[in-house]
């Protein structure tokens, strides 16, 4: 079993920056892709930013040029930085994992518990 423990949301005013990070724990495991989702109220979960295990990353065309997505091996972690943080950025934020275990050819999904970003004005 794996967990995802996130941290970084909080209140921001637009314009501002906010990083976010989730970190994996447990063994055995490696991270094949990570992802930040978002779900606003009244809204469907949608995908942010995607990062692959070789390191090419996507990201939805509302976010490209304000968010970067990376990720630490080593660590076992992912960071998503926001920048120029506008009104309609405002959502949960979840870390989403794609999951190797040592042995298994098949791959198991992982979500965090959210974290809120709000952006005021």
């Known amino acids: 079993q794996v967990q995802l423990v996130e941290s970084g949301g909080g209140l921001v005013q637009a314009g501002g920056s906010l990083r976010l990070s989730c970190a994996a724990s447990?063994?055995?495991?490696?991270?094949?892709?990570w992802a930040w989702y978002r779900q606003a109220p009244g809204n469907e979960r949608e995908l942010v930013a995607r990062?692959?295990?070789?390191?090419?990353?996507n990201y939805v065309d509302s976010v490209k040029g304000r968010f970067t997505i990376s990720r630490d091996n080593a660590k076992n972690s992912v960071h998503l930085q926001m920048n120029s943080l506008e009104l309609e950025d405002t959502a949960v934020y979840y870390c989403?994992?794609?999951?190797?275990?040592?042995?298994?050819?098949?791959?198991?999904?992982?979500w965090g518990q959210g974290t809120q970003v709000t952006v005021s004005s």
């Open positions: 989403y994992a794609l999951v190797n275990f040592q042995g298994s050819r098949n791959m198991y999904q992982f």
């Open positions: 447990g063994s055995g495991f490696s991270i094949n892709t």
């Open positions: 990062i692959s295990s070789g390191g090419n990353t």
